[in-house]
């Protein structure tokens, strides 16, 4: 067990859809990394919180949004979902004190099937 | 850009023989690598990291890395491998010196463990 929970670990909705992915770091971490997990893209980095800031953006669609709250807890809002949306989601969290990498943890992820 | 990549995507080894997973990567500046495995159903889980220092790396489960910078390679490694080793291991970096440590994935390679 990482120490990173995540809910709900399944969801299935139709197109067009928004939900809402949620996730708590590990205690003490300040950074929330969200992933997104697809047979055609694998492991593709989507966007990164900072104690409540966004620091880092990677490939994360206009349709995708996420904030990180002043409980550190952060949640991925997916909207006007596509079939092509169905992957894993997973966040992972680190502590990021300044200097080298921390390592990140992951959480057990959010398997989304779009149907 | 740094790029990640794993040029097996399946590596079968008979159970108590060495097993070497490779790696090899592309990033500007010194390269910060991990190793994570990846169960079925399950999170990814932290295996080691190379940040600094000796080239060779020690993990968790009895697995190693070693960094070789002429090569630009960090295979990962164990010395006897066991059936409960099969799972799918996914080598990864993170960028130097850029306030965010967003890993870069390599594909994957999933390994089987023949008894």
């Known amino acids: 067990d990482s120490g990173v929970t995540q809910t709900p670990k399944h969801l299935i909705t139709a197109t067009g859809q928004r939900v809402t992915l949620r996730c708590s770091p590990r205690?003490?971490?300040?950074?929330v990394y969200w992933y997104q997990q697809s047979l055609d893209q694998g492991l593709q980095f989507l966007i990164q919180?900072?104690?409540?800031?966004?620091?880092a953006k990677g490939n994360i669609l206009e349709r995708f949004s996420a904030q990180q709250f002043p409980d550190l807890h952060s949640e991925l809002n997916l909207s006007s979902l596509e079939l092509g949306d169905s992957a894993l989601y997973f966040c992972?969290?680190?502590?990021?004190?300044?200097?080298?990498?921390?390592?990140?943890?992951f959480g057990p992820g959010t398997r989304l099937t779009v149907l | 850009a740094q790029s990640v990549a794993q040029p097996e995507d399946q590596v079968n080894v008979a159970e108590g023989n060495p097993l070497t997973v490779k790696c090899t990567y592309s990033?500007?500046?010194?390269?910060?690598l991990f190793w994570y495995v990846q169960y079925p159903n399950r999170g990814l889980q932290f295996l080691l990291k190379?940040?600094?220092?000796?080239?060779l790396v020690k993990g968790s489960y009895g697995f190693e890395a070693e960094f070789n910078k002429s090569q630009t390679s960090f295979h990962l490694k164990k010395p006897s491998a066991l059936v409960s080793d099969s799972a799918l291991y996914f080598c990864a970096a993170a960028p130097f010196g850029a306030g965010s440590y967003q890993l870069t994935f390599g594909k994957g390679t999933k390994l089987s463990v023949i008894p």
């Open positions: 919180y900072y104690n409540g800031e966004e620091r």
């Open positions: 205690s003490g971490d300040l950074s």
């Open positions: 990033v500007s500046g010194n390269p910060y």
């Open positions: 992972a969290s680190s502590v990021e004190a300044g200097g080298p990498p921390d390592t990140q943890y």
């Open positions: 190379y940040i600094t220092g000796d080239n």
